[in-house]
């Protein structure tokens, strides 16, 4: 189950391997929370439908409406990045969304030392094709060793992709 975490609260043992809580808060007068995950089976289904009511949160409260297609691109980006946490690093995991400007930040710590690598494009290749879809659909991917492990940030835009802005975005 997953667990909302507020500055400076106590949490146990579901959260001793993950960094502090930076400042994030899960009051629904924010556009920013902070979500505890155990990392068992159910957690990554957890994170996708958690992330999708804070987004309608934010917009009923911030009073702007994110694209049908971004909503969906955010839910793939924390569906990977939680799957990945899960897969390689054992324990609790920490997704953090936030609400930055025009776009979704999604930041996810596990507690694996080792930093993820996209792997050279191979049609053959069956699966780990997670980092790459992340950098496919991430206006920013960054990669941030921690204390006790990893933190994965990714920022996803809320507005209407136009055919234009696909073909100017840099190649990263």
Not at 19 to 27: E, K, L, V
Not at 35 to 59: K, N, S
Not at 98 to 110: L, M, N, P, Q, T
Not at 147 to 167: F, H, M, N
């Amino acid at each position: 189950m997953p667990q909302e975490t507020d500055e400076g609260e106590s949490r146990g043992d579901p959260d001793a391997g993950l960094p502090p809580d930076t400042g994030s808060t899960p009051d629904t007068g924010s556009a920013e929370t902070t979500i505890v995950l155990d990392g068992e089976g159910t957690c990554i289904a957890e994170a996708r439908h958690l992330a999708v009511l804070f987004l309608a949160q934010a917009q009923a409260r911030l009073g702007f409406t994110a694209a049908e297609r971004a909503v969906d691109l955010m839910q793939l980006v924390v569906s990977e990045l939680v799957t990945n946490a899960r897969k390689y690093a054992p324990g609790p995991i920490r997704l953090r969304l936030r609400i930055a400007g025009g776009a979704v930040e999604i930041a996810v710590w596990d507690s694996a030392a080792a930093l993820p690598m996209a792997r050279a494009a191979d049609p053959e290749r069956v699966g780990q094709h997670g980092l790459e879809i992340v950098k496919a659909i991430a206006q920013e991917l960054t990669v941030q060793p921690e204390p006790s492990g990893k933190r994965i940030t990714a920022l996803v835009s809320l507005e209407p992709e136009r055919p234009s802005d696909l073909l100017t975005r840099p190649v990263r």
